[in-house]
């Protein structure tokens, strides 16, 4: 079954700037549009990304997504870190056998 | 404010039943495929069942077919789903998301319901 891989966690300094990957086990993730999901603790998971590099209205334009072929993977790129940023991230593809993936989450540590 | 709100959570003995039904207000919901997403304690997300805007298109994850069922009510703004024969397994928070444009990008969600099966 097609999945999607994340690093289980990425750290980095206020003001920085962070890339998280998210590779496809197989295929071409260009072929379908990848979402990114923000989760704080306690809290339901927003959105930050969709449809590889679009971002809902009111999500600020440090976060940036992009589609890498060469690689087969995902990146969600969050620049100017702040302390609020710090969440579980989850990158969300389809799939026509499974239909929807989800990546297994990625821990942001803001530190 | 588009908003979507889930309920009918609750704990549940294993091979019960439960309806979860979630809530839509602040856009046309009869012109968005609606999904269930869950997420286990202390787990990541994982897809459960998607519905399309008249209902023709249903999906469901392997782990819940031939148990879930999935359905809406337009006229009612809402969306449901009918668990039965629950398993510990499927202990977790469910969220009702919804599909910005059809091809399974969610960009709405609620706010989850806690369903917990336990004896």
């Known amino acids: 079954n097609f999945m999607l891989t994340q690093p289980h966690s990425v750290s980095e300094s206020p003001g920085k700037t962070v890339t998280i990957s998210c590779t496809g086990s197989?295929?071409?993730?260009?072929?379908?549009?990848v979402q990114w999901y923000q989760q704080r603790p306690g809290s339901a998971p927003t959105t930050v990304i969709y449809?590889?590099?679009?971002?809902p209205s009111g999500v600020p334009d440090r976060f940036s997504g992009s589609i890498d072929s060469s690689s087969n993977s995902a990146s969600l790129t969050i620049s100017g870190l702040k302390t609020e940023d710090e969440a579980d991230y989850y990158c969300?593809?389809?799939?026509?056998?499974?239909?929807?993936?989800f990546g297994g989450g990625t821990k942001l540590t803001v530190l | 404010e588009v908003q979507l709100v889930e309920s009918g959570g609750g704990l549940v003995k294993p091979g019960g039943s439960l309806r979860l039904s979630c809530a839509a207000s602040?856009?046309?919901?009869?012109?968005?495929?609606m999904n269930w997403v869950r997420q286990a304690p202390g787990k990541g997300l994982e897809w459960v069942s998607s519905?399309?805007?008249?209902?023709?298109?249903?999906y469901y994850a392997d782990s819940v077919k031939g148990r879930f069922t999935i359905s809406r009510d337009n006229a009612k703004n809402s969306l449901y789903l009918q668990m039965n024969s629950l398993r510990a397994e499927d202990t977790a928070v469910y969220y009702c998301?919804?599909?910005?444009?059809?091809?399974?990008?969610?960009?709405?969600w609620g706010q989850g319901t806690m369903v917990t099966v336990s004896s």
């Open positions: 998301a919804r599909d910005a444009s059809g091809d399974y990008a969610f960009d709405i």
């Open positions: 602040g856009f046309t919901f009869s012109s968005y495929s």
């Open positions: 519905i399309s805007s008249s209902s023709s298109y249903i």
């Open positions: 197989s295929g071409s993730i260009a072929s379908n549009y």
């Open positions: 449809e590889d590099n679009q971002r």
């Open positions: 969300q593809s389809y799939d026509s056998s499974i239909f929807v993936v």
